[in-house]
């Protein structure tokens, strides 16, 4: 059975106790745009308990919300009874639920195109908000009062502009100018919920648009002001013609591949943060303005950053680790074999070579060849290293037989030993076990 066709049996076992159920939704809106929905969101009249009792395979994520969640072989599926919310004294959970009918269940969603119910069985579209209309359109509108929606939930003000920059909409007027009015108060939402919408934003190919929108809107210098302050940071006209430090960040984003990965952008963004504060002017009529070791810097700053947006610890490592090398690429060619091996074969390696390319890019007039050279070297290394590991012979010896055969005592010694024979076999000097056990004879 395929997800939609589960998605489309829960309904009928809902309707057929005898309730008004729906998909409702991200489903819903995919689905009208000719695209294929990830997940099914359901919702029905019927209450929690008799949702539970209809599916016995099933576990609660939000029993107060009255939100079952079903399990099946093709997936979970939510259902939630139809609900109203009222006051939002906090900002972010509504104080009371009440179980409501399917309008008012639409109404307390948040977009108009995230507002329509559809019935697989009958195939018809119910449409309480006009979302039709908006998706013909290509419109972000809210429902109901803009600013009034914004204020019971201003993690709203994030989703609009990322579900504009994922469907490449355009925002409705009123609901722009809510936006603009409002941005501050995005500072009541909790850090987390602020960067898992970043962090869907940077997940699509239109990431420099939200980036763009963000900063629009005012949301940048709310959430992000160390990148906000990027903006007007001048940077050497010799090297870069494109404008200041924020023009060039951004460009470096829209520069990266469309299924970057969130870290990679986050590296993108925050690689130069530290440009304000390490930036010098040149003392006479010579020299050029310059920010010497920013890079260091940016890492630095940028942790704190993720820290602050409570990023997992593996990421903040991992984006402060890329911004801390994305100068140091011009050194490798003096780092001696093993160093330089080691170096371009850290798994993280590949991420510095996009980086390195996003920021060139990012830059006028653009010069990619250390990337391309870069590149090439870490072709050639891993090329060889997995040539290596393939052709790697089986060991003649191993620390068991030199304990047995030879009556050595366990230890460091033994490991260095077995280094010995290694090379000697990768030189051809011993060839069985016999030769190599003489070898090691000789050596002792
Ligand atoms: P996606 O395809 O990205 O999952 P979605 O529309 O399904 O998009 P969800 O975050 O999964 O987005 O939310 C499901 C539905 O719940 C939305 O379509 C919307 O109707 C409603 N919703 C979610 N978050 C809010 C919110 N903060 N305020 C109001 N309604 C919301
Ligand atoms: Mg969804």
Request: negative net charge; charged residues 25%.
């Amino acid at each position: 059975m395929t997800v939609r066709d589960r998605a489309t049996e829960i309904v009928r076992t809902l309707q057929s106790a005898g309730y008004e159920t729906y998909w409702v939704g991200g489903s819903v809106r995919d689905l009208l745009l000719g695209g294929q929905p990830n997940d099914y969101d359901i919702v029905t009249s019927a209450p929690p308990e008799d949702v539970q009792r209809l599916f016995p395979d099933h576990f609660l994520a939000g029993k107060a919300f009255g939100v079952v969640t079903a399990t099946f072989p093709e997936g979970l599926f939510e259902i939630a009874t139809f609900r109203r919310e009222a006051n939002y004294t906090d900002r972010r959970r509504p104080d009371t639920v009440a179980w409501a009918d399917a309008k008012a269940d639409v109404l307390r969603r948040d977009f108009t195109v995230n507002g329509l119910l559809y019935d697989p069985l009958t195939e018809t579209v119910i449409d309480h908000v006009d979302g039709q209309r908006d998706l013909r359109l290509r419109l972000i509108r809210f429902i109901g009062d803009p600013e009034q929606r914004v204020l019971e939930d201003p993690l709203r003000l994030l989703r609009a502009i990322r579900l504009k920059c994922q469907l490449d909409f355009q925002y409705d007027k009123p609901t722009y100018e809510a936006l603009r009015r409002q941005a501050p108060e995005i500072r009541h939402v909790a850090a987390e919920r602020v960067r898992d919408e970043l962090a869907r934003m940077w997940a699509g190919p239109r990431r420099a648009s939200a980036l763009h929108d963000l900063d629009q809107v005012g949301l940048l210098q709310a959430i992000l002001p160390e990148v906000d302050n990027l903006k007007g940071t001048p940077q050497p006209y010799e090297f870069h013609r494109e404008g200041d430090v924020f023009e060039h960040t951004s460009q470096a984003v829209a520069a990266l591949p469309s299924d970057a990965p969130s870290f990679l952008v986050w590296a993108t963004l925050l690689h130069d943060v530290a440009k304000p504060a390490t930036l010098t002017y040149p003392s006479g009529s010579q020299g050029r303005i310059s920010s010497r070791s920013h890079s260091d810097t940016s890492a630095v700053m940028a942790g704190a950053i993720l820290r602050r947006l409570r990023a997992p610890k593996a990421e903040i490592e991992t984006v402060a680790w890329l911004i801390g090398h994305h100068m140091r690429l011009a050194d490798i060619e003096h780092m001696r074999p093993a160093r330089q091996e080691a170096y371009v074969l850290d798994p993280r390696f590949p991420w510095l070579l996009e980086l390195l390319r996003a920021d060139a890019t990012g830059t006028t007039p653009t010069d990619l060849s250390l990337y391309a050279h870069d590149l090439k070297l870490y072709e050639r290394l891993k090329a060889n290293h997995e040539r290596q590991v393939r052709e790697r012979p089986p060991l003649l010896l191993n620390g068991h037989d030199l304990q047995t055969e030879l009556g050595l005592e366990p230890g460091p010694k033994i490991g260095e030993l077995l280094e010995q024979v290694r090379d000697a076999q990768l030189h051809g000097q011993v060839k069985t076990k016999t030769e190599a056990l003489k070898f090691v004879r000789g050596l002792l």
